[in-house]
Protein backbone atom coordinates (compact mmCIF):
# COMPACT_ATOMS: atom_id res chain seq x y z
CA UNK A 1 0.00 0.00 0.00
CA UNK A 2 2.75 2.34 0.91
CA UNK A 3 4.46 1.77 -2.48
CA UNK A 4 1.22 2.00 -4.23
CA UNK A 5 0.55 6.09 -2.31
CA UNK A 6 4.18 6.70 -3.39
CA UNK A 7 4.07 5.59 -7.22
CA UNK A 8 0.51 7.97 -7.23
CA UNK A 9 2.26 10.82 -5.38
CA UNK A 10 4.84 10.41 -7.66
CA UNK A 11 2.67 10.70 -10.64
CA UNK A 12 0.60 13.71 -9.26
CA UNK A 13 4.09 15.71 -8.82
CA UNK A 14 5.46 14.90 -12.16
CA UNK A 15 1.87 15.96 -14.20
CA UNK A 16 3.13 19.52 -12.21
CA UNK A 17 6.21 19.38 -13.88
CA UNK A 18 5.47 18.12 -17.54
CA UNK A 19 2.82 20.54 -17.39
CA UNK A 20 4.48 23.58 -17.48
CA UNK A 21 7.26 22.11 -19.90
CA UNK A 22 4.52 21.01 -22.38
CA UNK A 23 3.05 24.51 -22.57
CA UNK A 24 7.27 25.52 -22.90
CA UNK A 25 7.91 23.28 -26.03
CA UNK A 26 4.13 24.12 -27.40
CA UNK A 27 5.01 27.70 -27.41
CA UNK A 28 7.99 26.73 -29.57
CA UNK A 29 6.49 24.33 -31.80
CA UNK A 30 7.81 21.05 -30.15
CA UNK A 31 4.49 18.36 -30.23
CA UNK A 32 3.86 15.47 -28.49
CA UNK A 33 5.69 13.02 -31.09
CA UNK A 34 8.84 14.38 -30.75
CA UNK A 35 8.60 14.41 -27.10
CA UNK A 36 7.19 11.34 -27.00
CA UNK A 37 10.11 9.80 -29.04
CA UNK A 38 12.90 11.80 -27.10
CA UNK A 39 11.23 10.13 -23.76
CA UNK A 40 11.82 6.34 -25.39
CA UNK A 41 15.10 7.15 -26.07
CA UNK A 42 15.74 8.69 -22.67
CA UNK A 43 14.12 5.47 -20.91
CA UNK A 44 15.99 3.07 -22.88
CA UNK A 45 18.95 4.82 -22.49
CA UNK A 46 19.13 4.83 -18.81
CA UNK A 47 17.48 1.83 -18.39
CA UNK A 48 20.32 0.02 -20.60
CA UNK A 49 23.26 2.49 -18.92
CA UNK A 50 22.52 2.07 -15.17
CA UNK A 51 20.76 -1.78 -14.68
CA UNK A 52 23.47 -4.18 -16.44
CA UNK A 53 25.55 -6.61 -14.64
CA UNK A 54 29.39 -5.88 -13.82
CA UNK A 55 29.34 -2.58 -16.03
CA UNK A 56 27.71 -4.39 -19.04
CA UNK A 57 24.90 -2.73 -20.81
CA UNK A 58 21.33 -3.91 -19.59
CA UNK A 59 20.18 -6.98 -22.05
CA UNK A 60 17.40 -6.09 -24.52
CA UNK A 61 14.65 -8.18 -22.45
CA UNK A 62 15.20 -6.59 -19.03
CA UNK A 63 15.10 -3.03 -20.74
CA UNK A 64 11.92 -4.12 -22.20
CA UNK A 65 10.44 -5.24 -19.31
CA UNK A 66 11.24 -2.14 -17.01
CA UNK A 67 10.38 0.28 -20.16
CA UNK A 68 7.16 -1.35 -20.98
CA UNK A 69 8.68 -1.15 -24.70
CA UNK A 70 8.65 -4.62 -27.11
CA UNK A 71 12.19 -6.20 -27.69
CA UNK A 72 11.86 -4.86 -31.03
CA UNK A 73 11.19 -1.56 -30.27
CA UNK A 74 14.05 -1.56 -27.57
CA UNK A 75 16.76 -2.73 -30.82
CA UNK A 76 15.74 -0.22 -32.68
CA UNK A 77 16.16 2.95 -30.32
CA UNK A 78 19.12 1.22 -29.17
CA UNK A 79 20.72 1.83 -32.65
CA UNK A 80 19.77 5.07 -32.74
CA UNK A 81 21.44 5.57 -29.04
CA UNK A 82 24.66 4.39 -30.98
CA UNK A 83 24.50 7.21 -33.00
CA UNK A 84 24.41 9.72 -29.78
CA UNK A 85 23.87 9.29 -26.10
CA UNK A 86 20.91 11.82 -25.17
CA UNK A 87 22.85 12.89 -22.08
CA UNK A 88 26.38 13.97 -24.07
CA UNK A 89 24.46 16.54 -26.16
CA UNK A 90 26.31 19.17 -26.01
CA UNK A 91 25.12 23.68 -25.46
CA UNK A 92 26.95 26.09 -25.20
CA UNK A 93 25.66 29.56 -24.78
CA UNK A 94 28.38 31.36 -27.06
CA UNK A 95 27.34 35.24 -25.79
CA UNK A 96 27.30 34.40 -21.87
CA UNK A 97 30.72 32.46 -22.23
CA UNK A 98 32.40 36.26 -24.20
CA UNK A 99 30.72 38.26 -21.32
CA UNK A 100 32.35 35.76 -18.42
CA UNK A 101 35.70 35.94 -19.81
CA UNK A 102 35.31 39.41 -20.39
CA UNK A 103 34.94 40.10 -17.04
CA UNK A 104 37.04 37.35 -15.41
CA UNK A 105 39.86 36.96 -17.68
CA UNK A 106 42.87 39.37 -16.60
CA UNK A 107 43.84 39.69 -20.66
CA UNK A 108 40.16 41.72 -20.69
CA UNK A 109 39.71 42.81 -17.38
CA UNK A 110 41.75 45.01 -15.19
CA UNK A 111 42.80 44.49 -12.01
CA UNK A 112 39.42 46.06 -10.72
CA UNK A 113 37.83 43.26 -12.17
CA UNK A 114 36.11 45.57 -14.33
CA UNK A 115 36.06 44.55 -18.40
CA UNK A 116 38.31 46.50 -20.09
CA UNK A 117 37.20 48.72 -23.65
CA UNK A 118 38.65 46.68 -26.61
CA UNK A 119 38.67 47.66 -29.99
CA UNK A 120 36.73 45.34 -32.72
CA UNK A 121 40.13 43.84 -33.97
CA UNK A 122 44.05 43.43 -33.14
CA UNK A 123 45.82 42.15 -30.36
CA UNK A 124 44.20 41.44 -27.15
CA UNK A 125 40.83 42.78 -29.26
CA UNK A 126 37.17 41.96 -29.11
CA UNK A 127 37.99 39.38 -32.04
CA UNK A 128 40.34 37.84 -29.95
CA UNK A 129 38.22 37.65 -27.16
CA UNK A 130 35.34 35.88 -29.09
CA UNK A 131 38.27 33.38 -30.28
CA UNK A 132 39.21 32.49 -27.12
CA UNK A 133 36.05 31.03 -26.68
CA UNK A 134 35.17 29.67 -29.98
CA UNK A 135 36.60 29.50 -33.40
CA UNK A 136 32.98 28.67 -35.30
CA UNK A 137 31.57 31.72 -35.09
CA UNK A 138 32.35 35.05 -36.13
CA UNK A 139 33.56 37.78 -33.98
CA UNK A 140 31.17 40.25 -35.74
CA UNK A 141 28.04 37.66 -35.22
CA UNK A 142 28.72 37.68 -31.74
CA UNK A 143 29.46 41.88 -31.53
CA UNK A 144 25.79 42.11 -33.02
CA UNK A 145 24.08 39.98 -30.45
CA UNK A 146 25.46 41.24 -27.56
CA UNK A 147 24.56 44.97 -29.05
CA UNK A 148 21.42 43.60 -29.76
CA UNK A 149 20.35 42.18 -26.73
CA UNK A 150 21.41 45.43 -24.51
CA UNK A 151 24.83 44.06 -23.02
CA UNK A 152 26.99 45.62 -25.03
CA UNK A 153 27.31 49.08 -25.91
CA UNK A 154 30.12 51.24 -28.26
CA UNK A 155 32.31 53.70 -26.69
CA UNK A 156 34.41 57.08 -27.78
CA UNK A 157 37.20 55.72 -30.28
CA UNK A 158 34.98 52.62 -31.68
CA UNK A 159 35.70 50.71 -29.08
CA UNK A 160 33.45 47.74 -27.43
CA UNK A 161 32.51 47.38 -23.40
CA UNK A 162 29.73 45.11 -22.07
CA UNK A 163 27.40 47.04 -20.06
CA UNK A 164 25.64 43.61 -18.58
CA UNK A 165 27.46 40.49 -17.24
CA UNK A 166 24.79 38.18 -17.86
CA UNK A 167 23.85 37.58 -21.63
CA UNK A 168 19.66 37.13 -21.36
CA UNK A 169 18.46 35.55 -25.00
CA UNK A 170 14.74 37.02 -25.31
CA UNK A 171 13.96 34.28 -27.91
CA UNK A 172 11.51 31.50 -26.82
CA UNK A 173 13.38 29.55 -28.49
CA UNK A 174 16.72 30.16 -26.54
CA UNK A 175 15.28 30.81 -23.32
CA UNK A 176 13.96 27.19 -23.45
CA UNK A 177 17.16 26.09 -24.51
CA UNK A 178 19.04 27.70 -21.74
CA UNK A 179 16.46 26.89 -18.70
CA UNK A 180 16.22 23.26 -20.16
CA UNK A 181 20.15 23.04 -20.16
CA UNK A 182 21.13 24.78 -17.35
CA UNK A 183 17.87 24.60 -15.21
CA UNK A 184 15.59 22.04 -15.28
CA UNK A 185 18.24 19.52 -16.51
CA UNK A 186 20.79 20.36 -13.75
CA UNK A 187 18.49 20.19 -11.12
CA UNK A 188 16.90 17.06 -12.48
CA UNK A 189 20.61 15.58 -12.29
CA UNK A 190 20.59 16.57 -8.50
CA UNK A 191 17.70 15.09 -7.40
CA UNK A 192 18.63 11.91 -9.21
CA UNK A 193 21.88 11.71 -7.36
CA UNK A 194 20.16 12.76 -4.42
CA UNK A 195 17.64 9.98 -4.43
CA UNK A 196 20.31 7.17 -5.51
CA UNK A 197 20.43 5.20 -1.61
CA UNK A 198 24.52 4.83 -2.37
CA UNK A 199 24.18 8.73 -2.44
CA UNK A 200 22.32 9.39 1.03
CA UNK A 201 25.30 10.27 3.33
CA UNK A 202 26.59 12.92 0.88
CA UNK A 203 23.95 14.34 -1.04
CA UNK A 204 24.78 17.30 -3.26
CA UNK A 205 23.32 20.63 -2.07
CA UNK A 206 19.80 21.31 -2.93
CA UNK A 207 17.51 23.97 -0.46
CA UNK A 208 14.33 25.24 -1.50
CA UNK A 209 12.91 28.63 0.75
CA UNK A 210 9.84 29.52 0.09
CA UNK A 211 6.86 31.55 2.32
CA UNK A 212 3.00 30.71 1.37
CA UNK A 213 1.65 34.48 2.45
CA UNK A 214 2.40 37.20 0.47
CA UNK A 215 -0.13 39.72 -0.55
CA UNK A 216 -0.47 40.40 -4.48
CA UNK A 217 0.10 44.17 -3.78
CA UNK A 218 3.51 43.06 -2.11
CA UNK A 219 4.84 40.35 -4.69
CA UNK A 220 6.76 42.48 -7.20
CA UNK A 221 8.56 44.19 -4.14
CA UNK A 222 9.54 40.82 -3.04
CA UNK A 223 10.68 39.50 -6.62
CA UNK A 224 12.66 42.79 -7.23
CA UNK A 225 14.78 42.51 -3.77
CA UNK A 226 15.60 38.58 -3.89
CA UNK A 227 16.55 39.08 -7.36
CA UNK A 228 19.03 41.95 -6.24
CA UNK A 229 20.13 39.46 -3.61
CA UNK A 230 20.30 36.22 -5.73
CA UNK A 231 22.13 38.59 -9.00
CA UNK A 232 24.96 39.47 -6.28
CA UNK A 233 25.24 36.14 -4.73
CA UNK A 234 25.76 34.59 -8.43
CA UNK A 235 28.22 36.86 -9.41
CA UNK A 236 30.41 36.30 -6.36
CA UNK A 237 30.12 32.85 -6.70
CA UNK A 238 30.99 33.29 -10.36
CA UNK A 239 34.24 35.02 -9.11
CA UNK A 240 35.44 32.24 -6.68
CA UNK A 241 34.73 28.94 -9.72
CA UNK A 242 37.12 31.37 -12.01
CA UNK A 243 39.11 31.69 -9.15
CA UNK A 244 39.59 28.38 -8.22
CA UNK A 245 39.61 26.89 -11.46
CA UNK A 246 42.97 29.43 -12.76
CA UNK A 247 44.20 27.71 -9.34
CA UNK A 248 43.45 24.33 -10.45
CA UNK A 249 44.57 24.77 -14.01
CA UNK A 250 47.98 25.32 -12.65
CA UNK A 251 48.34 22.14 -10.60
CA UNK A 252 46.43 19.98 -12.62
CA UNK A 253 47.56 16.29 -13.64
CA UNK A 254 47.24 14.94 -16.86
CA UNK A 255 45.28 11.85 -15.87
CA UNK A 256 42.92 13.50 -13.67
CA UNK A 257 39.27 13.50 -15.32
CA UNK A 258 36.99 17.23 -15.41
CA UNK A 259 33.99 17.62 -13.84
CA UNK A 260 31.34 20.32 -14.48
CA UNK A 261 30.41 22.24 -11.04
CA UNK A 262 28.47 25.02 -10.21
CA UNK A 263 25.06 25.96 -8.41
CA UNK A 264 21.36 27.00 -10.33
CA UNK A 265 19.04 29.56 -8.82
CA UNK A 266 16.07 30.70 -9.77
CA UNK A 267 12.96 32.59 -8.33
CA UNK A 268 9.43 31.11 -8.67
CA UNK A 269 5.98 32.21 -7.66
CA UNK A 270 2.48 31.20 -8.11
CA UNK A 271 -1.51 32.08 -6.55
CA UNK A 272 -1.48 30.33 -3.60
CA UNK A 273 -4.68 28.17 -4.54
CA UNK A 274 -5.66 27.33 -0.77
CA UNK A 275 -5.96 31.17 -0.22
CA UNK A 276 -8.57 31.67 -2.89
CA UNK A 277 -11.96 32.27 -1.38
CA UNK A 278 -14.89 29.39 -2.14
CA UNK A 279 -18.27 30.46 -4.36
CA UNK A 280 -20.57 32.14 -2.07
CA UNK A 281 -18.17 33.12 0.62
CA UNK A 282 -15.34 35.32 1.33
CA UNK A 283 -13.11 33.01 3.79
CA UNK A 284 -10.02 31.45 2.47
CA UNK A 285 -9.69 27.85 1.88
CA UNK A 286 -6.92 25.85 3.53
CA UNK A 287 -5.74 22.63 2.65
CA UNK A 288 -5.16 20.21 5.79
CA UNK A 289 -1.17 20.36 6.92
CA UNK A 290 -0.36 23.33 5.06
CA UNK A 291 1.63 26.13 7.30
CA UNK A 292 1.90 29.55 6.95
CA UNK A 293 5.54 29.85 8.36
CA UNK A 294 8.58 29.57 6.40
CA UNK A 295 10.16 26.41 5.17
CA UNK A 296 13.51 25.51 4.05
CA UNK A 297 14.51 21.90 2.65
Given at each position: MKSDLTQERIRKVLMGVLLPLARTLLRC?????????????????????????????????????MTGLSRK????????????RLADLPY??????????????????GSN???????????????????????????????????????L????????????????PDTASSKLIEGLQYGLRRLAETI????DPQNVNAPYLQRIVHVSDISASEVKLVRESITAVVVGFSRQIDDYLTRFQQQSNRNKRLEEPNFHVGIGLYYFEN??????????????????????????R
Open positions: GVGYTEFAELSKRAFVEAASADYGVRNRPTNIARVAVEVSRVRRELKKYRNIPAEVLHRWYTDTAFSGHPKPLTFSGAKSFTTLVRSVTSDIPARTIERELSRSGARHTVGRRLLPIAREYVCFNSENAAERPQRGGTKPVRELGETRSRKA
